[in-house]
């Protein structure tokens, strides 16, 4: 074959392989067989590695990956990547539509579009041909991820034949269809049980949601890896010089016939009452999809008038987001059972009847504390109605009165521990009940060692709640400290002691029913919570402890000698310390001897420490048993002083006197760099928005009861780009 042979058959494989991708993945009406389209692209690739003179970017052979990016380059968007004002009621709506009216009148309709739950990104195209894919980053500026891009095959990496502008940018939404998602995870658990890993280290590889998993595919190096995933990609909004158009549903119909793939969900409303009648419909609807949405896009159709409505510095004033109300079912509780935290803390669990919301099946959900079983006057018996609160933690909202029995009693709170049953405090201040015997109690005991080795604190991820379970449970480890004392001769071919030994059952509470207290049958302690509810401990499947798991576990616990002192010091537990405090006292104190032997006078000297955790810290120095697990820590090897380099500088005092509220995920920083940013400026860091709160630092996805908290009390909300020009003026 010469190479003018070669060069035509490359093209004319070339458009037909693009034309069979464009039939499967935009229009999905397969015109030849997999085996078919297999052979066409092997030869492909076949011609292209004899001829790599003839090899085109934009080539068929490009979905299959292959190229490393090592680093994502930054790039400035020619068009700012906005976010829209979200809503989650109609008032919200109408109040949307009569702004919208007061400025071009009544004349117009229109566009609704489902909200798609992936990762928005803008595809720049010149004369017909993808040149650059770049993510929404902070609006401002973006990744680009054009490798990883080109493998998406419902994307056009050649436009078809058409009226198409020389130059224009094309904005839609990556997303992970639920086929693949259940596909990845099913493969990820099969090939990790082949190799010998337990169900506590498979859950913790698993891809956790759909959204997340488009996400994080979309930013790996290997865009072979990427075109394994079988990611999509539908497109909304078109952006370039003298386009023509006069709607934008004209524009969705044009970029369908360009090749884009369009939903064929959009439809024109004539007015907000189409509006709703939509929102109805695809409120039940979505469920049945085969990819996640959770919400509505609203558009005003006229491009002129969306012009004349213009822009806030935030959001277009011509659209608008209505967010999907949580799934609500009813059914019946069963009966209340508690469970035993790592602080002490009970929490009462409500026991259903199996039900299917928002996709899973619900068996429990939290009651919370004492004071809201009776706000809710809830009873055992009683029908309840359930929702996902964020579409994640199943919890009861209200109670069917019309169907409560007649003989139904009110709940008697539990007095004791439901393992050590120890008799229950609780302080005027605060809402849960606490089991006091902390150094004696096993799911405290457990919970504290749970939490020490967890990611924040002392990062063992090769330890888990299944594995500490079993290392307690066979006598191996008491305390934090413990765990350093552990040798490969004893944990190799461990295995979890027959049920019947472990735990202790304990009594029904004086006068209660004994319904109130479900324990876990294998233990006589409550489980844990896990996917998306209160459900069983993870990992308690594993049947004994082999060789890889045991040399992994040692390695975790070896590498966490490296760990900083102020993550030391929130790994060990005391109450009300959390990674903010700890840090605060580990800066303020520098070393674990000066915070043993503080005043109280001195506790309360260090910024934002109240007497509360002041005396929380007192009491727990004072308690020789947390001494002994300090020193026993220290004789370990682990650090008990701040490092130079971990000092945290001063870099200004141009926040000083500001409080912030940081939520969402950031394109320049993490969440706990950008924390550690507001800090070093002279800002403090608050855990929730309150009255006190300045500003409400939101990225991509901010959690939307702190977004709604933040309007309701007039916090400003401040962008990431805003952020930065703060600290740089």
Request: include cysteine; charged fraction near 30%; hydrophobic fraction near 35%.
């Amino acid at each position: 074959m010469t190479e003018a042979q070669a060069k035509k058959r490359i093209e004319d494989l070339s458009r037909q392989l693009e034309e069979h991708n464009y039939k499967y993945y935009v229009l999905s009406k397969p015109s030849v067989s997999d085996y078919d389209f297999d052979m066409l692209l092997e030869e492909l690739i076949k011609l292209e590695k004899e001829y790599p003179q003839l090899a085109s970017p934009d080539s068929p052979t490009q979905r299959v990956g292959g190229q490393i990016t090592k680093e994502f380059k930054s790039v400035k968007h020619k068009y700012p990547m906005m976010s829209l004002g979200n809503t989650y009621n109609e008032e919200e709506l109408k109040d949307f539509d009569e702004r919208v009216r007061k400025v071009i009148g009544n004349d117009f309709e229109y566009v609704c579009e489902l909200k798609f739950d992936g990762v928005a990104i803008g595809l720049m195209y010149k004369h017909g041909k993808l040149m650059q894919a770049v993510t929404r980053g902070d609006g401002v500026k973006g990744d680009d991820v054009t490798a990883n891009v080109r493998t998406i095959r419902s994307i056009p990496l050649n436009l078809k034949e058409g009226d198409y502008p020389e130059e224009f940018e094309i904005r839609g939404e990556i997303f992970m269809p639920l086929k693949s998602f259940e596909k990845i995870n099913k493969d990820i658990a099969k090939q990790m049980t082949e190799d010998g890993y337990d169900e506590e280290e498979i859950t913790d590889k698993l891809l956790k949601n759909p959204r997340n998993a488009a996400s994080g595919t979309l930013k790996m190096q290997d865009s072979s890896v990427v075109a394994k995933r079988n990611l999509d990609c539908y497109f909304y909004f078109v952006y370039g010089e003298n386009l023509g158009f006069k709607t934008h549903y004209d524009v969705l119909k044009k970029a369908k016939q360009w090749g884009f793939k369009i939903s064929e969900h959009a439809v024109k409303c004539k007015n907000i009452a189409g509006v709703f009648d939509y929102i109805k419909e695809w409120n039940t609807e979505r469920h049945h999809l085969p990819f996640d949405t959770d919400g509505v896009v609203i558009k005003v159709n006229s491009l002129a008038q969306q012009h004349e409505l213009g822009f806030t510095a935030k959001s277009p004033r011509w659209a608008i987001s209505y967010k999907f109300k949580a799934e609500s079912v009813s059914t019946k509780l069963l009966s209340i059972s508690y469970q035993v935290g790592r602080t002490g803390a009970i929490t009462p669990v409500a026991n259903l009847k199996p039900v299917l919301l928002a996709g899973t099946t619900v068996k429990r959900a939290s009651l919370h504390n004492a004071d809201q079983i009776e706000k809710l006057d809830i009873r055992v018996g009683d029908t309840v109605f359930v929702e996902k609160g964020g579409e994640i933690i199943p919890k009861i909202t209200a109670v069917d009165l019309s169907k409560r029995e007649r003989n139904s009693k009110p709940v008697e709170y539990i007095s004791r521990c439901p393992v050590c049953n120890t008799k229950l405090e609780r302080k005027e201040e605060e809402a849960n009940h606490y089991c006091p015997n902390e150094l004696g109690c096993p799911p405290q005991i457990r919970g504290k060692i749970e939490h020490f080795i967890s990611r924040k604190a002392m990062d063992i991820d090769s330890l888990g709640e299944g594995k500490v379970e079993m290392l307690y449970d066979n006598g191996l480890i008491k305390t934090p400290a413990d765990l350093y004392k552990l040798k490969y001769d004893d944990m190799i071919g461990l295995k979890s002691p027959p049920a019947p030994q472990r735990g202790v059952a304990p009594p029904p509470p004086k006068g209660g029913n004994t319904s109130k207290l479900k324990l876990d049958q294998r233990d006589g302690v409550l489980a844990s919570p896990s996917f998306g509810g209160v459900g069983e401990a993870v990992g308690r499947g594993a049947s004994s402890l082999q060789e890889k798991s045991v040399q992994k576990i040692l390695a975790g616990i070896e590498n966490s000698k490296e760990i900083p002192f102020e993550r030391v010091l929130y790994a060990i537990g005391i109450r009300y310390v959390g990674e903010t405090v700890a840090r605060k006292l580990a800066l303020y104190f520098k070393n674990m001897d000066a915070l043993m032997n503080a005043s109280l006078e001195e506790l309360v000297n260090v910024q934002e420490i109240g007497e509360r955790i002041a005396e929380s810290v007192l009491d727990f120095f004072k308690d020789n048993r947390n001494k002994k697990i300090v020193e026993d820590l220290r004789k370990a090897g682990l650090k008990m002083e701040m490092d130079a380099s971990s000092v945290l500088k001063k870099l200004s005092r141009k926040l000083e006197g500001l409080s912030f509220v940081v939520s969402g995920t950031f394109s320049n920083f993490s969440r706990d760099e950008i924390k550690e940013v507001i800090e070093q400026h002279g800002g403090k860091n608050q855990s929730g928005v309150s009255a006190k709160t300045n500003y409400l630092l939101a990225g991509d996805e901010p959690g939307p009861s702190k977004v709604e908290k933040a309007k309701k009390l007039n916090v400003a909300i401040l962008e990431e780009k805003e952020f930065v020009k703060m600290i740089e003026k």
